[in-house]
């Protein structure tokens, strides 16, 4: 694949000391010259541009006189926040944080590649398999901090309360392997989703452009735009489902 700009430009400031240290973990890189793919390149430059974006609108910050900077973060956090209240309830504010950074970060690498010369990271399976399993992890340790192991553990065995012994036996073997391969699955339907959309975006830009260079793209443009935010809010939303359902109590 060919080198973008940006990554041509990382690979020649940091290529030999990450292919270097590549061969220190014993991992030989199939490109040793240019060892920083075009994804983990746009992967940087879009942390670098939201890390940007959060300390100028830090340093902006005024109640008097609020900025457009001030109002975007403000809207964006809002937005999240009444979808945390709503789903997670008052363990919300803790996980939204995570979320609004999530979010941002989602939407940031599915329309940075509308920027000529550069492209969505999220097109690339490996992105947003990353963001799921992070998100997994996240949700499971949030659960066990707020109903501890044993609390915890008891979401994956069905209901217990009111119920005949034997069925309090059988039930939960029956219902434990189902839960787990269930969320062992999230994560790979959190990813295969973003990145199917992305990348078949990409491609029919891709061709459109290549066939009608003029006019008739736009119109592709925008779908991407759409779909850029509507995989975003999926992508937020989900683990906001799986947060309520990990920290919620058996009351």
Request: with cysteine; hydrophobic share 55%; aromatic share 12%.
């Amino acid at each position: 694949m060919e080198q973008l700009t940006f990554t041509a430009f990382l690979n020649h400031i940091f290529g030999p000391s990450v292919t270097a240290l590549l061969l220190k973990i014993g991992i030989h890189a199939k490109h040793p010259a240019t060892p920083i793919p075009n994804t983990v390149a746009m992967e940087i430059l879009v942390v670098l541009l939201l890390t940007a974006f959060f300390v100028a609108v830090r340093l902006r910050l005024s109640v008097e006189r609020p900025g457009g900077l001030q109002h975007t973060m403000e809207g964006i956090h809002g937005f999240i926040e009444n979808l945390a209240n709503e789903i997670i309830g008052h363990d919300a504010p803790k996980f939204v944080p995570y979320l609004t950074v999530l979010g941002m970060f989602i939407l940031t690498c599915n329309l940075i590649g509308l920027v000529p010369g550069l492209e969505s990271p999220t097109a690339v399976e490996t992105v947003p398999l990353g963001g799921a399993v992070l998100t997994w992890f996240y949700y499971h340790y949030a659960g066990l901090r707020a109903n501890g192991v044993f609390g915890y553990v008891k979401h994956f065995i069905g209901p217990q309360e009111g119920m005949p012994l034997a069925v309090r036996i059988l039930l939960p073997v029956l219902i434990f392997p189902i839960e787990i391969f269930s969320h062992l699955a999230r994560m790979l339907s959190l990813s295969v989703r973003l990145f199917a959309n992305m990348f078949a975006g990409e491609m029919v830009t891709l061709v459109f452009f290549s066939l009608f260079p003029i006019g008739l793209p736009i119109v592709f443009e925008g779908l991407h735009v759409g779909v850029a935010f509507i995989q975003t809010y999926i992508f937020v939303l989900l683990p906001t489902v799986y947060l309520g359902e990990a920290v919620a109590h058996e009351h």
